[in-house]
Every structure is written in C-alpha cells, then in structure tokens.
C-alpha cells in the first residue's frame, strides 16, 4: 500500500515538474517575436522624367498610386527627386506621419520612443544632405547615397507603423553608383509592426 502512495506521489511530482517546464517555455517563446519579411521594392520611378511631379506609394499594397487619388487618404509616401512627404499635415488629409531613426535596419524590433510628424512648414523627413536619409557629394559626380544606419519610421492610425531603408537611388541599384548612373530610381525595404509596435 504505502509502495502505491509513493508512486503515486512520484507520478504527480513528475507531471508537476513536467507542466511547470512547458510553462516556463511556454512564457519564453511568447517573448520571442519571429522575425518578419520585409517587402522589397526595386527602381520605383520618383519622377525620373523631370515633370515635376510626385509619385504616390501605398505601404499597406505595395504599390503605387494614381495622381487622381492624391486628395485622398490612399498613400502614405510621396516621392519626387529627393523629397519624400507624408500623407499628413500640409501634405494630405491621412494622418501619416514620420520620424528619422538612426540604427540597424535587422534589429530594430521594438519600437523606439521617438517624436513622430506630419509635414508642416517644413517637410517630416527633413531634405538636404546629412539631414535626412541620404548626403549628397557634390562635383563632380553629384550622387545621392542614402546614409547606412539611417531609416524612416513611420505611423498612422493608433496601431501601424513602419520601418523603411532606402537601399538605392539609382535604377537597378549599382553598387557603386557614378554620375551616369540613371537617378531617381527608388530602392527600399520596409515592413509593417504588428498591433504592439513591434517589427
């Protein structure tokens, strides 16, 4: 009799041990957050024609958008040269707005305590060499190389946000580009958070 008492007990110890183990791995994995795949666009055309004009992108589609929804709140980035605004603002009726982060594009996984803006009297992502995303060098080769470490967090709602490095602003993203290398040709990674701020 006391064989099967202390067997039972045994057993109970055990499946305890066991279910306090799944647990703790349990509350250890919900820590982890798996990585996301980052959407990639490649030579977006950002008025490579020189008619003035901005192209309107679309983070949630991927795509870009006609100038006849430029009164709406379908896009979230215009792009023209090197300018970049935000739906928000002076800019659209959306309620998008931007912050210039300096850090590594792979571990930036919680969203970090930054004063976010729509565009106003001047632009959220600020233009100019060294300011924002890209530094300019001048003659004789006059090229415009995004700056390493440097992205373009974004939010509109409550809940989304977005990181963004612009990896190119060249057509077919050469390497090293030169003054004949064909400008105006965005390429960028970015990827959506989920509903806690997390990318």
């Known amino acids: 009799m006391k064989n099967k008492i202390y067997y039972s007990l045994w057993i109970g110890m055990a499946i305890s ?100 803006r729509s565009d106003g009297a001047s632009p959220a992502i600020p233009p100019g060499s060294g300011k924002g995303w890209y530094t300019y060098s001048g003659p004789p080769s006059h090229l415009i190389i995004p700056i390493p470490g440097k992205m373009l967090l974004l939010k509109w709602g409550t809940t989304t946000y977005a990181k963004l490095e612009i990896l190119s602003y060249y057509k077919d993203m050469p390497s090293a580009p030169t003054a004949s290398s064909v400008s105006r040709y965005y390429s960028f990674r970015y990827v959506l958070s989920d509903n806690q701020g997390r990318f």
């Open 17 to 116: 041990t066991l279910c306090t183990a799944c647990k703790k791995k349990t509350e250890e994995e919900a820590d982890i957050v798996p990585a996301k795949q980052s959407v990639v666009i490649k030579n977006l055309d950002a008025d490579a024609a020189n008619k003035n004009r901005y192209t309107f992108f679309n983070l949630l589609t991927g795509d870009t958008i006609a100038r006849s929804d430029s009164a709406t709140s379908n896009w979230h980035l215009a792009l023209k040269g090197t300018s970049i605004l935000v739906n928000g603002g002076t800019s659209g009726p959306g309620s998008v707005a931007a912050a210039v982060y300096t850090g590594l594009y792979d571990e930036l996984i919680n969203l970090p305590e930054l004063e976010f």
